[in-house]
T-cell receptor, first 112, second 112 residues
């Protein structure tokens, strides 16, 4: 069966520090991968998605970047965190275009 | 404005009652999906309904889709305390590439 992992679960970082969040999927090949951010009590904002290794589509210009170095690994990064980067970050995968998405447990990031 | 907007934003009912949530969207879709999110967790897929379908059932869940009105409803029958969660609709747009667009969600509270 397929599983999706995200780590860390919680992260507290100072303003101006770098960020690296990792997401890995097991049990499937060539998945579509997605990074979302969710503000408290709000909906999901799509940040990046990838349909293959090295292929990244950015949805919102911002302080973040994404990379897909391996088929089932998706990384969200920042060189210098801002206060506004705080939020709940969710990774998801799907088998194809607009099909069901399967979400990881999320990473709660607090930038102080 | 949002592609998918849920209504109401919050709903509180007694255990055993039925809960109905609505989702409206603005542009043509390939499919519409409903997800549930328990507090602080990732989203869980509930139902996917395609644009050529009008109704789908899964256990105590019933989803309808009216493409002429660009709206969908999610009905949860015989609600339980464990149904307390946020519910999101997500649309796969015809012009939407490899992604879904999520609404802001309905916060459902089931009172014992």
């Amino acid at each position: 069966s397929q599983t999706i992992h995200q780590w860390p679960a919680t992260l507290v970082q100072p303003v101006g520090s770098p960020l690296s969040l990792e997401c890995t999927v097991e049990g499937t090949s060539n998945p579509n991968l997605y990074w979302y951010r969710q503000a408290a009590g709000r909906g999901l904002q799509l940040l990046f998605y990838s349909v293959g290794i090295g292929q990244i589509s950015s949805e919102v210009p911002q302080n973040l970047s994404a990379s897909r170095p391996q088929d089932r690994q998706f990384i969200l990064s920042s060189k210098k965190l801002l206060l506004s980067d705080s939020g709940f970050y969710l990774c998801a995968w799907s088998t194809g275009k607009q099909e069901t998405q399967y979400f990881g447990p999320g990473t709660r990031l607090l930038v102080l | 404005s949002q592609q998918g907007e849920e209504d109401p934003q919050a709903l509180s009912i007694q255990e055993g009652e039925n809960a109905t949530m609505n989702c409206s969207y603005k542009t043509s879709i390939n499919n519409l999906q409903w997800y549930r999110q328990n507090s602080g967790r990732g989203l869980v897929h509930l139902i996917l309904i395609r644009s050529n379908e009008r109704e789908k059932h899964s256990g105590r869940l019933r989803v309808t889709l009216d493409t002429s009105k660009k709206s969908s409803s999610l009905l949860i029958t015989a609600s339980r305390a464990a149904d307390t969660a946020s519910y999101f609709c997500a649309t796969g747009l015809i012009q939407g590439a490899q992604k879904l667009v999520f609404g802001q969600g309905t916060r459902l509270t089931i009172n014992p």
